[in-house]
């Protein structure tokens, strides 16, 4: 496996390696993706295996633009309305699956619909191009653990599963796409993410479904998780624990350790800093990363979504 700068010629070895059936881990504006031909069997096999993914949870495909995506799904105007607000971007669309759609049914989990993004990251964009084809794409880390953001985090609990990780440095936003299902009448919220409920709401009218009643076929109840428990809504941390703050940090014990998600109380901030600062605390002499009260307003719903799935019981 090889951690490779995102130059034009690595770009171009990642695509041919996608295209002979192998890993490849990418850089997105959410977190980092791992990628593969999306309509290859032999390729969803070997993804689903990496990351000891069940295989009842389906897969997004990754696609460079919306004209791509027409060729998979049937767009209502709905879909049309939010892929041209929110496209390129972390927002995912679920609508029901075209006969001729180049992607494997074992990647879409026998399912009639099938999720489609257009992520706004260069380096993800330049590779889609190069391969030309959908590339299906979870997060690029073991299953139920903490999503990466950095190469590092990827390389260090994929490495020896991948051909090469693309290096694009920290990912803009932090934590995974919105998902929304129109694939029936009344629009559903399946996952909060990147783009806030409001943003989307302001577009198609309310969405079903809310914050902590997630029905994604793949949104166990756990998930996300350190391998330290999670105590939530905490205003303080003892001796034994981390502290994972929001806003400045209050007086701690010594020999606790502590970040801020926000120093200044942005959530986009704190978004960004969710995964790579839950790794970070995450020690081996740490039973417990106590962590702040976060706003559930817009991207703060998929905060506090994240970390209560990373809270709940294993
Ligand atoms: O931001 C993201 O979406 C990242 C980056 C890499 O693009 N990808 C990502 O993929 O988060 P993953 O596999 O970790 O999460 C995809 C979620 C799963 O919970 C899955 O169940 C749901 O999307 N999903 C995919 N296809 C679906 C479908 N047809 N119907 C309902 N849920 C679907
Ligand atoms: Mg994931």
Known sequence: MSVSKP???????????????????FPTETVYGLGARAR??????????????????????????????????????RAERLA?????????????RLAGASVSRLAGAGLATLGVRVPDHPVALALLRRVGEPVVAPSANPSGRLSP????????????????????????VGLESTIVDLSGPRARLLRPGGIA?????????????????????????????????LRLDAASAVVGEAYLGYGPLPALPENVPALTLSAARDPQEAARNLFSFLQTLDRPHIRTIAVAPVPRDGIGLAISDRLARAAAPR
């Open 7 to 25: 130059t034009h010629h690595a770009i171009r070895r990642a695509a041919a390696a996608l295209l002979r059936d192998r890993l490849v881990a």
């Open 40 to 77: 290859s069997s032999r390729a969803v096999l070997r993804l689903y295996a990496a990351k000891g993914r069940p295989r009842f949870n389906p897969l997004i495909a990754h696609v460079a633009d919306l004209a791509q995506a027409r060729r998979l799904v049937r767009f209502d105007e």
């Open 84 to 96: 041209r607000h929110f496209w390129p971007g972390p927002l995912t669309l679920v609508l029901p």
């Open 149 to 172: 953001t950095r190469a590092s985090d990827v390389a260090r609990t994929l490495g020896g599963r991948v051909a090469g990780v693309l290096d694009g440095g920290a990912c803009r």
């Open 197 to 229: 409920r409001e943003a989307i709401e302001a577009l198609i009218g309310p969405l079903a479904g809310a914050g902590n009643e997630i029905r994604a076929p793949g949104m166990l109840e756990s998930h996300y998780a350190p391998r330290a428990r």
